[in-house]
């Protein structure tokens, strides 16, 4: 019986530790520093499956004619938080334009992300935050 019963709560830490997985949650936030801006994507995270988790989506600068798309993969830690092993900006032509870094966390509600960003052209760099939201308005 104990063994049972010991089985069972090792099975409801597993899976409660396993739900603060993202399972593909939608994020929004700004950028800011010598250009500012809005990004938006998907974290995709699927635990049973084989892909890594990662991160996609889009970008805007409100400051100059520059938009495009951004990519980045994840290392999970188990616990709820995202790492940003390598993030890539593209342009709308598809042409790296800079790199960001920092973290999703889901163990602050309703998710929070935070990091650094740079555009490789030139000396502008910055910080971007922004948190988990229901769904991605187009």
Do not use: C, R
Not at 18 to 33: C, D, H, I, R, V
Not at 41 to 60: C, I, N, R, S
Not at 85 to 114: C, I, M, Q, R, S
């Amino acid at each position: 019986m104990k063994k049972a019963l010991l089985i069972v709560t090792a099975l409801a830490l597993v899976l409660g530790a396993s739900t603060l997985a993202a399972a593909n949650t939608y994020w929004q936030g700004k950028y800011s520093s010598g250009d500012q801006g809005i990004w938006k994507g998907t974290l995709y995270d699927d635990p049973t499956g084989p892909a890594a988790p990662h991160f996609e989506g889009k970008w805007a600068s409100m400051d100059v004619a520059k938009q495009g798309k951004m990519y980045a993969t994840l290392k999970y830690d188990g616990i709820g938080k995202y790492k940003i092993v390598k993030g890539v900006l593209f342009d709308e032509k598809g042409n790296v334009v800079g790199y960001w870094d920092g973290y999703f966390d889901l163990t602050v509600k309703p998710g929070v992300a935070g990091g650094s960003w740079a555009w490789i052209d030139g000396p502008v760099n910055g910080m971007w935050k922004g948190q988990m939201v229901l769904s991605l308005d187009e």
